[in-house]
């Protein structure tokens, strides 16, 4: 059912029939149960037209009587005669008229507009007139105004309006419209008003006390009587006869129409929930069917709907009020009018509900694009001035945490600013010139014990940069403001502690020495026996070859352990500083041939060939000859061990700002797996299975003795290419 | 004939001592402790003490102090103290060698002869009058000759050797340089010298000195030169 096309397409040409029926019973009704279109009689005497007609006069009586400029006035001896044009009032031409009474003559709609500004043209335009639409005879009047007069009293009444008697009295003055509108002045005897004149007006019950109804509205002007007064008989064409027959006409279809008003009511409101439900859903199809049109802004829809809705509804008024037109014309116009923007609104009306179900509403319009948009910078800016506020108030916590941290600091401050300022104005205000100078005395007297405290901040650093540096610091409490009493303590406590910690690990580290060396005594001694007895072993007469071959790894073993313990000894006192240096000037390049010499067999015995590049001028060093040997020995020695046999081993030297660097290079032998850091620790040797021979000590123990000399060594692995690089100072 | 005292509180290592000695033809008397070693100084003719110095009851550095209050007989500190300053200690008080453990035996042999020869036949080779001779301790190089002795054996040397040796027995106690050295022996301008001379100098060294890691004549100063100790 939902899904339906010709039950939709049913209800979308219901919909404006059944809309029509709808709002003409419902028209019927009102009017009926109000009953003032019943007949012309009922109009007249209905509520509505009298309180339309009231107003009409009220505001035709208060703008000729204190309007100017479109109000024609009539100068007559000391009085002004203030009215208007009736056709400027042209919707009460239906049924009013202004009555103009003159000698014998009556006239209704006299026409004013034809510039009679003087009585001697109304007089002509009066006797000219033919009478028309006469309703005076024999001097009395129309007694069908009578009921109308009555309600006017009532209405009068109850709207308070301000009524100028012929005897120049003013009575009940209240309010007219509103206050502001005119000047009151209750009771008084003379009235002043527009021009400074008094006005002679439209005479009414009210003001004598002793006729108690009002007739209508009189002005009598010399020989003229003014009437305003009614028109019995409406025009066939105003719209009011137009209702009246319509409502003659549909009268005897009352109980059909009082039936049609409820029915159409309920079909209406179940046809448009059953359309809101069924619109835009397809056979098949879960989501709700969407066409081009519906992605046409809905502004552009809207837009074209209302300019058709309020341009033919102008048409319409325009050529409905048009005096001639035709009856059935009327109703064509009016018909099409309504059948067009009908199918107008249910096409805007269905797209509208498209999109909404869709959940496309704000994206298919322009204003729902700017209120999204504007919604998301919205949103964005929100969070910004949060963020805003968020920053503020932990800078505001910050401050406070500050003030909180330092309260005795800061209150002293402020207490002490405040006080100076105060001070510093009653000196100025008492003293003057003298005052001026004791502030500026005082002034420079705190910065400069703002400056004193800056002094103390600098030493403090200065004396923390000593301790960083290693060195001790004594700080002496005089040198400082009181300010930084804790803070010398402090700063002492620390530098002593360090002392003391630096002691402490030398004293450790001369303790382990210490031990090494003992143990290693401790070892040597059975050591001694061991080598010795090997070496007995050997020289005895040994028949089977096994033994021999056991001896041998004995030998070795035990030679191997002999220069271990001596290197752990040299280490541990290398790294520990624990050894007495005598540093000279020595010949580096002189060493390293010296060295160069001492190893040339051993490096001959593995085919290594030695390109040195040694300048010809000796390079003096400071440094201890004995251990600077033990330096280059102990790289010789590595080099003699773990250099590739056939290979190339490079040593090179350079001189930059002032310093020699010797570079050592070569192959290794075995892959080097480590790096240079685990290198240079103890025992760590290029091959990690310790089968070689070699202590493992001989690098870090070159690294340990070359800072004692001042030098640096550093090595670097570059796939199987090792390099040291020392350096030292040039003397 | 010649009597040794060995004395060490470790009684594998005096067997073994023993044993090397005993086939160089010394008598071996064997001491454990200090008092020991005193009491067999006083009561045999001992030519040569082998001295430990960490000792129980009497360590080695009292009883040498006790032995040199009496005798002038060569002590030969044998310590598995290996440090300068125990070296120096022990030579500074009246030691007149000092080897560390552990040691090896050829060069204890060697280091005993050497004492022994210096105690007993001190000045024993005679020198020719007239001969060019050259001398520093038991170095002696006999020009004329062209001969090497060291404590009264020949050594062998290439003629560089000897040239080399020979410049600097003559100046002994001075140190050269390489190039120096060089210029000297070859009368020519140092050139592309480097090791060759370091080379050499390991060779001499390798032949005339007993240990040459610790040279006795031939002496190495690391970055500086060389130089034959000047030896009364």
């Given amino acids: ?731 | 004939m010649y009597n040794i005292l060995v004395c060490d509180d470790d009684k594998e290592i005096v067997k073994a001592i023993d044993i090397y000695l005993s086939k160089e033809n010394y008598k071996i008397f064997k001491a454990y402790n200090g008092n020991e070693a005193l009491n067999i100084i006083k009561n045999n003719e001992i030519h040569l003490v082998i001295l430990d110095i960490m000792m129980p009851e009497k360590d080695g550095i009292e009883t040498l102090e006790e032995i040199r209050k009496e005798y002038t007989l060569p002590v030969l500190m044998l310590s598995a103290k290996s440090e300068d300053s125990d070296k120096i200690i022990g030579l500074d008080l009246g030691a007149d060698d000092y080897v560390t453990k552990p040691f090896n035996p050829m060069e204890l042999i060697a280091r005993v002869n050497s004492c022994i020869r210096r105690y007993t036949k001190l000045g024993a080779i005679e020198v020719k009058e007239g001969s060019k001779t050259y001398k520093s301790g038991d170095l002696l190089i006999d020009d004329t000759l062209k001969k090497v002795i060291v404590e009264g054996k020949e050594v062998k040397l290439t003629p560089t050797e000897y040239n080399i040796l020979l410049f600097l027995l003559k100046n002994k106690g001075t140190v050269f340089s390489i190039n120096q050295i060089y210029e000297n022996v070859w009368k020519d301008e140092a050139y592309a010298a480097e090791n060759i001379i370091a080379v050499h100098i390991r060779h001499i060294r390798e032949k005339i000195e007993i240990n040459p890691k610790e040279p006795r004549y031939l002496k190495v100063i690391w970055g500086i030169g060389y130089k034959i100790e000047k030896i009364d």
């Fill in chain 1, 1 to 731: 059912m939902k899904n339906s096309k010709v039950l939709r397409g049913i209800c979308y040409v219901l919909m404006p029939i059944l809309i029509a029926v709808f709002i003409l019973s419902s028209c019927y009704m009102y009017l009926i149960n109000e009953g003032n279109y019943g007949s012309e009689q009922e109009f007249f005497n209905s509520d509505m037209f009298k309180s339309s007609y009231m107003n009409r006069i009220r505001d035709y009586m208060h703008e000729l009587i204190f309007a100017q400029s479109h109000y024609i006035t009539v100068q007559d001896g000391e009085r002004t005669i203030y009215y208007t044009d009736w056709n400027n009032m042209y919707d009460m031409k239906d049924f009013m008229d202004v009555v103009v009474i003159y000698g014998n003559k009556v006239l209704t709609n006299v026409k004013f507009s034809e510039n009679t500004d003087t009585l001697e043209e109304i007089k002509n335009v009066v006797l000219e007139d033919k009478g028309n639409n006469l309703c005076y005879e024999n001097n009395q009047y129309s007694s069908n105004l009578e009921n109308f007069t009555e309600d006017i009293d009532e209405y009068l009444k109850y709207d308070e309006i301000t009524y100028y008697t012929n005897d120049n009295k003013v009575k009940e003055v209240v309010n007219i419209y509103s206050e502001d509108d005119l000047v009151i002045e209750e009771t008084t005897e003379e009235v002043e008003l527009v021009n400074g004149e008094e006005v002679l007006e439209n005479t009414n019950s009210m003001a004598n006390t002793d006729m108690n109804k009002v007739e209508y509205h009189t002005a009598k002007i010399e020989d003229f009587t003014f009437y305003s007064s009614f028109n019995k008989n409406l025009d066939k064409s105003s719209e009011i006869s137009m209702v009246i027959n319509t409502m003659n006409t549909l009268k005897p279809y009352h109980t059909l129409i009082s039936i049609s008003f409820p029915i159409s009511a309920i079909l209406i409101l179940i046809m448009t929930i059953y359309l809101i439900n069924a619109i835009g859903h397809v056979k098949g199809k879960e989501e709700i069917e969407i066409t081009d049109f519906d992605k046409v802004p809905l502004e552009i829809i809207i837009g074209i709907f209302l300019i058709i809705l309020i341009g033919s509804t102008y048409i319409i008024f325009e050529g409905i009020s048009f005096p001639n037109l035709n009856m059935d014309i009327r109703c064509i116009l009016l018909s099409t009018f309504y059948i067009v923007n009908m199918i107008l609104a249910e096409v805007t009306g269905v797209t509208i509900i498209k999109r909404i179900k869709a959940k496309q509403f704000l994206d298919t319009s322009i204003c729902g694009k700017i209120l999204k948009w504007s919604w998301s910078l919205c949103k964005k800016s929100i969070k910004r001035i949060i963020d805003l506020f968020k920053k503020f108030r932990n800078k505001l916590r910050s401050i406070k945490k500050a003030f909180n941290e330092n309260t005795n600091l800061t209150k002293k401050l402020i207490v002490i600013i405040c006080a100076y300022i105060i001070v510093a104005v009653i000196l100025l205000g008492v003293l003057g010139p003298i005052g001026a100078i004791i502030d500026l005395a005082v002034f420079f007297y705190a910065i400069y014990q703002v400056i004193l405290r800056l002094n103390s901040f600098k030493k403090l650093e200065a004396s923390l940069k000593k301790i960083y540096e290693g060195e001790k610091v004594v700080l002496n409490a005089e040198d400082f403001t009181q300010e930084f009493e804790k803070s010398i303590t402090y700063i002492n406590d620390i530098s002593n502690g360090f002392e003391n910690a630096v002691q402490e690990s030398l004293k450790s580290e001369r303790l382990k020495t210490e031990l090494i060396t003992n143990v290693s005594h401790d070892i040597k001694t059975p050591l001694t026996s061991i080598i010795n007895y090997v070496d007995l072993i050997k020289k005895e007469n040994v028949e089977n070859e096994k033994v021999k071959e056991y001896i041998e790894i004995l030998d070795n073993k035990s030679q191997r352990l002999k220069k271990l313990t001596e290197d752990l000894v040299e280490a541990s006192k290398a790294s520990s500083g624990n050894v007495s240096l005598n540093f000279e000037n020595i010949g580096i390049i002189e060493l390293l041939n010296q060295l160069l010499g001492e190893y040339k067999d051993k490096f001959e015995e593995k085919k290594l060939e030695v390109i040195s590049n040694l300048p010809k001028e000796d390079i003096k060093i400071k440094a201890d000859s004995r251990y600077l040997y033990r330096v280059i020995d102990n790289l010789f020695g590595n080099i003699s061990k773990y250099a590739l046999d056939s290979s190339r081993v490079y040593i090179d030297t350079f001189i930059k700002d002032n310093k020699i660097n010797i570079t050592f290079k070569n192959i290794s032998k075995e892959r080097l797996n480590i790096t240079e850091e685990e290198l240079m620790q103890r025992f760590v040797r290029g091959d990690k299975s310790r089968t070689t021979e070699g202590s493992g000590l001989g690098l870090s123990i070159a690294k340990s003795l070359t800072e004692l000399q001042k030098g640096t060594l550093s090595c670097k692995i570059d796939g199987d290419l090792f390099k040291v690089e020392i350096e030292f100072n040039i003397a």
